[in-house]
């Protein structure tokens, strides 16, 4: 066996694909999803146009991957620090800064998640495209549950002040995930920058009393 057959047979089944996803991402975040060609991707990641057909039926398709991965890993991290955190002021800051703490990579994510959103609203024909939509959907759905559920318990306990847990998730959400219409990890604006003055407004957003946040901190 050659030395090349016996590196293609060590790699992990799944390594390929997770490739094609990090190309596709990094592509879709600078240069636009409609401006990418399915063969810019196969040609980043070495291979010919069609071997990308064995791991995605399609250029939407990775897509929609891509989109149910990145909320996927939000949820799992979400859910990690809010439910290791008894203290729910505490445990809101903790999330607060856990969703800027993000790599080059994770910026472009999630510049393609905000950019490419809308698509999810639309049905489509392709059953494994349709399937991966809808699994985008499901996982956008579940994690503005579980920031409505918590924030519903912050209101409860006397954290938050009380209100519309769903909208109030809803408007957080929406106030983060504009950030990603425009910042550039090579931009002027640095990401800590952003982190502190995002922090604070998300903070105002919610209600959450500054004498709260240094009693938990200190605690």
């Not at 790599?103 to 494994?128: C, F, I, K, N």
């Not at 938050?160 to 998730?169: I, K």
Request: net charge neutral.
């Amino acid at each position: 066996m050659s030395s090349n057959q016996q590196r293609r047979r060590s790699r992990p089944l799944g390594s390929k694909r997770a490739e094609i996803l990090s190309a596709a991402t990094e592509r879709f975040g600078r240069d636009g999803y409609e401006d990418t060609k399915w063969a810019d991707i196969a040609a980043d990641v070495g291979v010919g146009p069609t071997a990308l057909y064995h791991y995605f039926e399609s250029k939407q398709h990775c897509l929609f991957v891509i989109i149910a991965d990145a909320v996927a890993d939000f949820h799992e991290r979400f859910e990690r620090i809010s439910a290791s955190e008894r203290d729910l002021i505490r445990a809101l800051d903790l999330v607060l800064g856990d969703v800027f703490e993000l790599t080059a990579h994770d910026v472009q994510r999630m510049r393609v998640l905000v950019a490419e959103q809308g698509l999810l609203a639309r049905p489509r024909r392709s059953p494994r495209e349709e399937e991966a939509r809808q699994v985008a959907r499901a996982r956008t759905r579940d994690l503005e549950i579980a920031w409505a559920t918590f924030l519903a318990r912050a209101m409860e306990s006397g954290a938050l002040p009380e209100g519309d847990s769903r909208l109030l998730a809803r408007a957080a959400l929406g106030l983060y995930n504009s950030i990603w219409h425009w910042y550039r990890p090579e931009g002027v604006v640095s990401l800590d920058f952003v982190t502190a003055f995002f922090t604070a407004s998300l903070r105002q957003l919610l209600g959450v009393d500054p004498d709260h946040i240094a009693h938990a901190n200190a605690a």
